[in-house]
């Protein structure tokens, strides 16, 4: 049977019968936010290896989803696989960690020139770590290129380089 993710006070409803507690949400959820919600739920209390075992976790918890819509999601709150299941890194705050993308999945930080930045990735996740790096804002950056595993980071001087560089390897060596 199926129940809808929230009740009327905005408290969403654990739907597995061997769980009964709730987590406190505001009222006013997008249909969005209560998927991304649902989405770290189920990435914390369940192994899932594939998107679509993210699809069938969400249904249920009453939450419709498509595999291109959890892939986007994924992508943009920066959840990825560790260990072969999908993990969310998470900060003191206890939401996402933003900076997750960096410590897992990459690799090396070099200059190449005053105003280039290489970083290689894991394969298959340079993608996401440009968008993390896009989204982090960082002073002195201009734009993102990111291919399978390798992303070029375009610079406004030497000195911008040297902090984007000492900003991942701080954070690679951790």
């Not at 989405?39 to 939450?63: F, P, S």
């Not at 299941?85 to 090396?108: I, N």
């Amino acid at each position: 049977m199926m129940h809808n993710y929230t009740n009327g006070a905005g408290a969403v409803k654990c739907l597995r019968p061997q769980e009964t507690g709730t987590m406190d949400l505001q009222t006013e959820k997008s249909p969005r936010e209560l998927r991304r919600q649902a989405i770290l739920d189920a990435v914390a209390h369940e192994e899932l290896r594939t998107q679509q075992d993210i699809v069938r976790a969400l249904k249920r918890r009453g939450v419709k989803a498509t595999q291109v819509s959890v892939s986007r999601d994924l992508e943009e709150m920066g959840l990825g696989k560790i260990g072969g299941r999908y993990r969310a890194g998470h900060g003191e705050s206890g939401v996402a960690d933003p900076e997750l993308p960096f410590r897992t999945w990459v690799r090396s930080v070099e200059a190449a020139g005053p105003h280039l930045v290489v970083v290689r990735c894991e394969v298959g996740t340079a993608q996401g770590v440009a968008r993390a790096l896009d989204q982090a804002q960082l002073p002195g950056t201009i734009g993102t290129v990111a291919g399978d595993d390798t992303i070029f980071i375009a610079v406004s001087s030497a000195e911008a380089n040297g902090k984007i560089r000492a900003f991942l390897n701080d954070r690679i060596a951790g």
